[in-house]
């Protein structure tokens, strides 16, 4: 079993910078990809950026490519997102997940509220 831990949400302005956190216990993370999923209120929970057990390989979903950024620290066993020119429809609850193969290890989640 993993548990994670998100950390790192809050309230901030249009145009602003944010850096989300997740802490996993349990096993080491360098064995799985990691994970960002968000759900805005009243739609469905959808895919933000992945980073596989290379810490080279990385994916973003086309609406934060080039704004946002997953890294991951094995030695930590912590992955990050930061996240910069945050826009009104990035808010949402931000979730880590892990997972081998699919993602089976969620977090509770972290709220980004982007006002404009």
């Known amino acids: 079993q993993v548990q994670l831990v998100e950390s790192g949400g809050g309230l901030v302005q249009a145009g602003g910078s944010l850096r989300l956190s997740c802490a996993a216990s349990?096993?080491?993370?360098?064995?799985?990809?990691m994970a960002w999923f968000r759900q805005a209120p009243g739609r469905a929970r959808e895919f933000v950026a992945a980073v596989r057990r290379s810490t080279s390989d990385t994916s973003y979903a086309g609406s934060v490519k080039g704004r946002f950024t997953i890294s991951r620290n094995n030695a930590k066993n912590t992955v990050y997102l930061q996240m910069n020119s945050l826009k009104p429809d990035d808010t949402a609850v931000y979730y880590c997940?892990?997972?081998?193969?699919?993602?089976?290890?969620w977090g509770q989640g972290t709220t980004v509220t982007v006002s404009s």
């Open positions: 997940a892990a997972g081998a193969v699919d993602y089976n290890f």
């Open positions: 349990g096993r080491a993370i360098i064995n799985y990809a």
